[in-house]
C-alpha cells in the first residue's frame, strides 16, 4: 500500500441520514483522483447506526469519549495516518468529491488550506442568515484585523491540512470554536496557510444542527480575544 497520503476524517453524532452518502463521495473522490487515502469517522458518542453504517462502508472508525466538535477533530486527527488530513463535516453539507483544490494546495507545500464558504457557490438555506451576514463575516472581521491573518471564513468546517505540523499546536478547544483555536495557532506557529473557495450546501440532516448560534458565538469571540 505504501504510505497514506491523505486522510478524509469527519466528526459524527448521529448522522446515520447521511453518513453513507459522504463516505461514498470520499472514497469516489479518492479512487478517481489515484490517491492512496482513507476514510475516517471520528464518532463522538453516536447512539444510531452512524458507527454500524460508516464500517459497512469501508470507513475505518475511532470512538472518541469527550463530547464536543473540537474534541472529536482533535483526537480523530491523531489517529489519521494520512500525511495530509481533509476534516469536513459528514452532514452532506459539503461535497466531498470537490476536494482537489484542497489537495493541489497541500501538495504545493501549503500547510493549511481554509475553504471559504462565501467565494463558493451558496445553496439556498445553506446557512442561517444570522450566520451568513453577522455572525461569520463579524468572527472573521475580528480575527482579520487582530490576527493579520487573510481569511474570509474562520468557521468554514472544510479544511485540508498537513497532519503532524497541525497535530503538533496542540489544541485544546473541545467545542465548535475549535475552529478559529486551529487558525490562530497556526498563524502563531508561522504555518504557510491559504485559502480556497468551496461550494456549501443544504445539510440532510433530519434532526437540528449541533451549532448554537448564541452559546458558540460567545465561544469563538472568547478565544479570538483570549490569545490575541
Sequence with gaps: MGEVELTILMPCLNEE?????????????????????????????????????????GARVVFVKEKGYGSA?????????????????????????????????????????????????MEKGAMKMSHQYIGTPVISLIGRILYKVNIGDFNCGLRGYDTKKVNDLHCECTGMEYATEMIIKAKKNNLKIVEVPINFYKDGRSHASHLNTVRDGIRHLKVLLKRS
Design 17 to 57: 441520514k447521511t453518513i453513507e452518502i459522504c463516505i461514498k463521495k470520499a472514497k469516489e473522490f479518492l479512487k478517481k483522483n489515484n490517491i492512496n487515502g482513507e476514510v475516517l469517522i471520528a464518532d463522538n458518542g453516536s447512539t444510531d447506526q452512524s458507527p454500524i453504517i460508516a464500517e459497512k462502508n
Design 73 to 121: 477533530l482533535i483526537n480523530g486527527s491523531k489517529e489519521a495516518k494520512g500525511k495530509y488530513t481533509i476534516m469536513g463535516d459528514c452532514d452532506d453539507s459539503y461535497n466531498f468529491l470537490e476536494l482537489e483544490e484542497f489537495i493541489e494546495k497541500l501538495r504545493e507545500g501549503n500547510d493549511f488550506v481554509i475553504g471559504n464558504r462565501f467565494k463558493g457557490k
